[in-house]
Structure formats: structure tokens, C-alpha cells
């Protein structure tokens, strides 16, 4: 994900920071997941492309807009945050989260 037009439903043009995540819509729940804060990581690939993509440690988001195409249980990292899980070329990875 990147943070194109500096924008966010949750925040406006405020920076958000490099750590940062959209989630699907079931747990934005119409906004209320905005500025919640998630630990996420990661526990596996997703897909066969790079076959071991963790790295140890978790990193901590905060929820900054709605990921519209994200399916239930689905986020959508920001680049800095993915890559300190996972190996940024793995592009998608199965994840452990709690808030």
C-alpha cells in the first residue's frame, strides 16, 4: 500500500507516520476502527513465490482508512510496515493480529 494522495479518511492530510495499515470492511466497521492500533505478524506465506517470507518480530499499525478490496481478516500493510515482518517480494503473507 502506498500512500499516494497523502490522504486518508481517517486522518485527512495528516502524516500518518510510516506505520500504518487499511483494513477490510468488516472490521472498519463504518470508521470506528480508525486510529485503532494493531500487532501484527506475520506466520507464513500466502502464496508460492517466496516459500519462507517471515521475519521475527511483529510490528504495531495504526489504522488509517478503509481497504475495500481486502477480504475478512485481510490488511493492507504500508511499505514500511510489511517489510518489517516479511520480505517485501513475498507481497502477500498469512499474519497473527490482535489489537
Do not use: H, W
Request: charged content about 20%.
Amino acid at each position: 500500500m502506498k500512500f499516494l494522495d497523502g490522504a486518508s479518511t481517517c486522518y485527512g492530510s495528516q502524516d500518518p507516520g510510516t506505520l500504518f495499515a487499511t483494513v477490510n470492511p468488516d472490521l472498519y466497521n463504518n470508521g470506528t476502527a480508525c486510529g485503532r492500533r494493531y500487532r501484527i505478524r506475520c506466520t507464513g506465506p500466502a502464496n508460492q513465490n517466496v516459500p519462507q517470507p517471515c521475519r521475527n518480530g511483529e510490528v504495531v499499525v495504526t489504522i488509517v482508512d478503509l481497504c475495500i478490496v481486502c477480504q475478512p481478516d485481510q490488511f493492507d500493510l504500508s511499505t514500511e510496515a510489511f517489510s518489517r515482518i516479511a520480505d517485501p517480494n513475498a507481497a502477500r503473507i498469512r499474519i497473527e493480529y490482535n489489537e
